[in-house]
């Protein structure tokens, strides 16, 4: 999961700005390509902190912003159902990323320190549609932002405020989400004590809600429905890159219905081989975690999707297996086509799993680096 | 005979025609290449000034719907801006509609004097549905593609974005330092992004557009806290739109009302300028007109004789129509191509004025949309058979048994003479009912102008026989029997020379006409500028060219250091603002003005006494001339504002004269402008001498308070000179169209005098064989020019006075809201006849050596 969301700050940041200059231009050109170290190349590493120790994490500033680090998001995802079993997906994530690390005192108030951008998608399950749209604001002025105490990340109207529970809200274009998700198991934190490595000399501060309790609306098609469900927040915070031959990564974020969730990623390398600093944190029902082994665990594609927009061929069903932790997984998406078109193209779906032929749990899956190399 | 007889009689016969025809138009290439120059000139001058027009319109256009993008709607602040906070909550108010905040500001760089550019400053992330070119700030040439040169733009406090081409013209590349100036200051930003503009039409707009973030706006412009637009795109009627509250000041309009208001403004200065153009093509219908009757009358034999072989009328006028515009066609296409020409040449005066008087207008290049040819082109042949309608009338009225001869021609016009000048009578009379009725339309102004011409212009046959036949005994007592001769034989060619006095007497009547208007327009600005300008020094922040919107104040606290200067004895404040009324933006002065300066006011109604008391007062404005005649106001009414205050409505307490803003302007005291709006800047500020200190120590004196601050700097001279200089510039154009007008009707009675020799040939052939001395034939034949040129003269006299009234009481009122009286110069009415005198005898210069060389037995064998 670290390298997942490390990848798109690192190199959906500069490239998301870009894209969304792009895309109601072309709607139908492909996204502008750039090499992760040219993405990378906006505003310099020199001049911003670095995540290389572990540190102690201190709660609620720890839910705001860190400006001092180039990057960072607010990572929420979940499935839902309303009363009569449809199902939906969604995704609602925040983005923070630092303009420039110098930041001169300035008259205008509309001299920003951050731009932050969002990502918002529903999947809807029984509709049989994905949708997905994004926003982007310079952090001045109000127009976007975020704060530790009370808890507050918002571009216009889309936000997510409160801490226990956090109100989500977005809408676009007729789908909307308003749901209220409550803290659920205690922090996660991730790799080393919360410093996630991503390679030999990058890192993350990387903390999770792994099970939040979730109610409320979504509307889809001119129709709303009271939903339930769990969701699953992720938040980290960093300012270096990806190494130059790490082209994408297959992560996946699993609650299972025996009350233990996993977080599982997988790194790709130009060569087609995995990268050693790919990793797995299996949560007990307790919260507890242990370490989940990638040199013993196996991630077979079980199927493939073709992307009509893209072009690009995607995995499609999966199956986990993970001696160690005693996991044997088998991982569906619930829609094929879950890949957001907001400039930048991803998969991100929501998934059923299933365990010896039963069903044994959901989720949500990330897939980058398939419709071009990062 | 034997097969289809009428098919081969009629093919015989217009094979015949069309051999009579060119043989005849080869026999007399000079009155052939006359009239193709005639109409040449006429199409060739319509066209370069409609094209000149329409580039700088287009120009216009492009940049301000380059600048508006895709925007629907704009809320455009009043003077004092929109809050910051204002936008977010509209922002927010319409959310998901998209808007866009803006802050412009025109700029000149010190590196490239008359350069413009517009300095836009915009938020690149709300950019994407308006102007996609802006925000999809292209490849950068620097890494990161465009997402990071947004956030370079973002992200420097001084970085500005150009077009690569701009770049590339100016000599920048990125990283480059590009010094602007802005108000009195002067300062440094740095390329960080280069824009690639796909579409030719977002690169044209933006070739002047330096491209900076709102925050960097805001700062180097000092509005900081303040927007001056926002862009909108909503649907049609959107009602969140419809209920938002706007801002104070603030307007909301549909996107192409600043295009259309700035059109506006420019209109009535494009119709005079193409009234005037449409003057040489009626000159070159003159020589049109001229060609074709010349060959119609040489023709009438033939075509006597082609009648008699059983050509019908219809095929003797479509002979004649066909040949006319074989002429009018290669005339229109040389005058197309000419125009086009032209116009590469008369843009830059248009839009240099255009620039002067009204707003900035860069013209990269002359357009050239065929359907602006296709219309002059009609144009030039609709003129051209028009012209050639009334010779074909003549011809197909003969009948074909009469073999009529020139004498006939001549008696027949003679006795029509009388007819042709009952109907110019009507005519006046006509031009003078459609002025009179015709309220404010400025096209009915020049219709009944034009009216007015030809219906002079017909009273010329029985002038000039009138004249002729008066002068004759006086001639003869004074030249002898030539001169006689020479009187009798301009009215035994009255159907030739009416037609050259007419083409002549349009022509410098225009010449005159135009002239006094001119002249008494500058007497009139000169008599006003010296009434006017009671201060020493004028100060204001430097530019090249006026700025009509987004004016950048002084800067704060200057006007008080300026104030308290060594050498200043009393200080003007003057503030331009540009609040919002029911009819659109209006101009507005606050001047906090002493008494001392009241009467640099000249009253046009309303009394001093009464006015300035409440003008101080503060409910009460002054108006301008041109105000009180777009907007139909007078003392007693009132001026409806949009203020910080809301709306309100400020008494009229005088009309005054003005003739430095021809859309009107109104005045405020500087005590109620503070009191009804927020914006405390000032736009410029005059200065009285102390005792003892001159002008330029005075100068100084500003200078060294000012400090780091470039001022304009103008001495009361030099300010009323400048003003001259714009002033003569702006009616240089008018100073071609005069010379184009003479010279086309130079060549008209160049072409009768040419005509009326070849037809005289056989006459002065007797001459000669009776003893004639080729002196005496060139004597005859100057005599006969110069008798001409003399009625061509003093006839357009009265013709160019009653021009320049028109001119002045008609067509300015209408076009621009002022007057000014006509003051007829005698010198200039001496020049003009003198032109006319000159343009004959040198037209009769070619003629009367052909002929008096010409060998009489030559002559008369060849007849």
Redo the contacts between chains.
């Keep these: 999961m670290t390298m997942g969301r490390i990848l798109i700050i690192a190199g959906v940041?500069?490239?998301?700005?870009?894209?969304?200059?792009?895309?109601?231009?072309t709607p139908v050109a492909p996204a502008?390509a750039?090499s992760v170290?040219?993405?990378l190349?906006?505003?310099a590493e020199a001049g911003f902190a670095r995540a290389s120790d572990p540190r102690e994490f201190r709660f609620p500033a720890d839910h705001g912003p860190h400006p001092e680090f180039r990057s960072e998001w607010w990572y929420y995802t979940g499935v839902v159902s309303s009363p009569d079993g449809r199902r939906f997906g969604y995704q609602l994530t925040f983005f923070r990323v630092a303009?420039?690390a110098d930041a001169?005192a300035?008259?205008?108030?509309?001299?920003?320190h951050d731009?932050y951008f969002a990502h918002f998608a529903i999947s809807d399950i029984a509709g049989g549609k994905f949708h997905s749209h994004a926003v982007?604001?310079?952090g001045?002025?109000?127009?976007s932002g975020a704060a530790a105490d009370p808890y507050r990340v918002w571009i216009?109207?889309w936000s997510a405020d409160g801490w226990s529970p956090t109100r989500l809200r977005a809408?676009?274009?007729g789908v909307a989400i308003d749901l209220a998700l409550a803290p659920g198991k205690p922090v996660v934190l991730e790799g080393d004590h919360g410093l996630s490595r991503k390679s030999a000399d990058n890192a993350s501060y990387y903390y999770s809600l792994t099970r939040m309790p979730t109610s409320g609306r979504i509307t889809v098609g001119g129709a709303s429905y009271d939903v339930s469900g769990s969701s699953w927040m992720d938040r980290e915070w960093s300012t270096s890159a990806l190494a130059p031959d790490q082209v994408g990564w297959d992560w996946f974020s699993l609650q299972l219905d025996d009350g233990r969730e996993v977080m599982l990623y997988r790194i790709r390398r130009g060569d087609g081989s995995v990268d050693p600093f790919s990793s797995g944190t299996l949560i007990a029902v307790d919260g507890s975690t242990s370490v989940i082994a990638m040199s013993e665990a196996e991630i077979i594609a079980t199927g493939r999707w073709k992307s009509p927009r893209s072009g690009a061929t995607y995995p499609s069903g999966w199956r986990l297996v993970a001696p160690s932790a005693g996991l044997d997984l088998e991982v569906r998406p619930l829609l094929a086509d879950q890949e957001l078109d907001v400039g930048f193209r991803y998969w991100e779906g929501a998934v059923e799993v299933r365990s010896g032929g039963r069903p044994a749990g959901h989720g949500y899956v990330e897939l980058t680096g398939y419709d071009q190399p990062l | 005979m034997v097969v289809e007889p009428e098919r081969a009689k009629d093919v015989g016969l217009s094979r015949l025609l069309l051999l009579a025809n060119l043989r005849h138009l080869k026999r007399h290439p000079w009155i052939v290449a006359l009239a193709v120059i005639g109409i040449a000139l006429g199409v060739g001058m319509s066209t370069g000034i409609d094209l000149a027009i329409a580039s700088s319109r287009r120009a216009f256009a492009e940049s301000v719907a380059g600048v508006a993008g895709r925007a629907t709607h704009q809320i455009v602040a009043g003077p004092s801006g929109i809050p910051d906070a204002e936008y977010l909550r509209i922002r927010r108010e319409l959310s998901p509609l998209a808007t866009a905040p803006v802050v412009a500001c025109d700029v000149s760089l010190p590196s490239r004097p008359g350069r413009i550019l517009q300095l836009t400053g915009v938020d690149p992330l709300s950019e994407q549905p308006f102007r996609p070119y802006v925000g999809g700030v292209g490849s950068s040439g620097g890494s990161g593609g465009a997402g990071s040169a947004v956030m370079r733009l973002m992200g420097t406090p001084d970085g500005v974005a150009l077009l690569r081409a701009t770049a590339d013209e100016l000599g920048l590349e990125l990283g480059s330092e590009l010094a602007i100036r802005i108000g009195t200051r002067t300062r440094p930003l740095r390329v960080v992004a280069l824009l690639d503009a796909g579409e030719a039409m977002a690169r044209r707009a933006l070739a002047d557009v330096a491209v900076v973030d709102i925050s960097t706006a805001q700062e180097i412009l000092e509005r900081v806290g303040r927007i001056d637009r926002i862009d909108v795109i909503a649907p049609e009627d959107d009602r969140r739109l419809a209920a938002l509250a706007l801002p104070a000041g603030a307007e909301l309009v549909p996107a192409g009302a600043r295009t259309a208001a700035l059109e506006q403004m420019t209109r009535a200065f494009h119709l005079n300028l193409t009234a005037l153009s449409l003057l040489a093509l009626v000159v070159g219908m003159f020589l049109i007109y001229n060609t074709m009757s010349f060959l119609v009358v040489q023709r009438r034999e033939l075509i006597g004789h082609l009648r008699l072989a059983g050509a019908t009328r219809g095929q003797v006028a479509g002979a004649i129509i066909g040949e006319a515009a074989v002429l009018g066609a290669i005339g229109t296409a040389i005058g197309v191509i000419a125009g086009i020409g032209a116009a590469q040449v008369l843009v830059a005066g248009i839009t240099r004025t255009v620039s002067d008087l009204y707003f900035v207008v860069a013209v990269r290049d002359v357009a050239v949309p065929i359907g602006h040819l296709a219309l002059n082109a009609a144009l030039g042949m609709g003129a051209t058979l028009i012209a050639a309608g009334i010779p074909v009338w003549e011809a197909t009225r003969t009948r074909p048994a009469a073999a009529v001869g020139r004498s006939t021609i001549e008696s027949k016009t003679l006795r029509l003479a009388p007819w042709l000048a009952a109907s110019g009578v009507a005519a006046i009379a006509l031009a003078g009912v459609a002025i009179a009725c015709s309220g404010r339309s400025i096209i009915v102004g020049f219709a009944a102008l034009a009216v007015l011409i030809l219906g002079y212009a017909a009273l010329m046959p029985m002038l000039v026989a009138l004249g002729a036949w008066t002068i004759r005994p006086l001639l003869g007592w004074l030249g002898g029997p030539i001169a006689a001769m020479a009187a009798r034989s301009v009215v035994a060619t009255l159907s030739r020379t009416g037609v050259a006095v007419a083409a002549l007497v349009i022509a410098s009547a225009a010449s005159l006409g135009v002239g006094t208007m001119v002249g008494s327009f500058r007497a009139s600005l000169i008599e006003w500028l010296d009434a006017t300008l009671r201060s020493d020094v004028y100060v204001s922040p430097p530019r090249a060219v006026p700025a009509r919107f987004g004016e950048v104040p002084l800067p704060d606290g200057l006007v008080e250091r300026l104030a308290a200067a060594p050498g200043v004895r009393a200080m003007v404040t003057k503030r331009d603002a540009h609040p919002s009324t029911p009819e659109g933006r209006i101009d507005l002065v606050a001047f906090d003005v002493s008494d001392e300066f009241h009467g640099s006011f000249r009253f046009l109604s309303g009394t001093p006494k009464s006015a300035w008391p409440a003008f101080r007062g503060g409910e009460a404005v002054l108006v301008t001339e041109p105000y009180a005649f777009h907007h139909q106001a007078r003392v007693g009414g009132s001026v409806w504002m949009r203020t910080d205050r809301g709306d309100h409505d400020f008494a009229i307490v005088g009309v005054i004269k003005d003739y430095s803003n021809d859309r009107g302007t109104v005045f405020i005291s500087r005590a109620a402008y503070d009191r009804w709006w927020d914006d405390r800047g000032f736009s410029a500020a005059s200065f009285l001498a102390a005792e003892g200190t001159t002008p330029e120590q005075l100068m100084s004196s500003l200078r060294a308070a000012a400090g780091s601050d470039e001022l304009a700097m103008s001495s009361n001279a030099s300010l009323r000179r400048d003003s001259l200089i714009v002033f003569d510039r702006t009616f240089a154009i008018t100073g071609v169209i005069r010379i184009l007008a003479g010279a086309v009707a130079f060549l008209g009675i160049l072409g009768a005098l040419l005509s009326l020799a070849l037809e005289r040939a056989r006459e002065i052939g007797l001459m000669r064989m009776h003893g004639c001395t080729p002196g005496q034939v060139a004597a005859l034949i100057g005599g006969q020019a110069a008798i001409t040129g003399l009625f061509a003269g003093v006839l357009s006299i009265p013709l160019g006075i009653a021009l320049s009234e028109v001119l002045a009481l008609v067509i300015n009122r209408r076009s621009f809201g002022w007057t000014f009286a006509i003051s007829v110069d005698p010198w200039l009415c001496l020049q003009a006849v003198a032109l006319a005198l000159a343009a004959s005898l040198l037209a009769a210069i070619h003629p009367a050596r052909r002929l008096a060389s010409t060998p009489p037995a030559a002559v008369l064998r060849r007849e």
């Design positions: 940041a500069v490239l998301a700005v870009a894209a969304w200059m792009w895309t109601v231009r502008p750039a170290a040219a993405a190349s906006g505003p303009i420039t001169p300035r008259a205008s108030a509309w001299a920003a731009l982007i604001a310079r001045a002025l109000g127009l216009d109207r809408d676009a274009d």
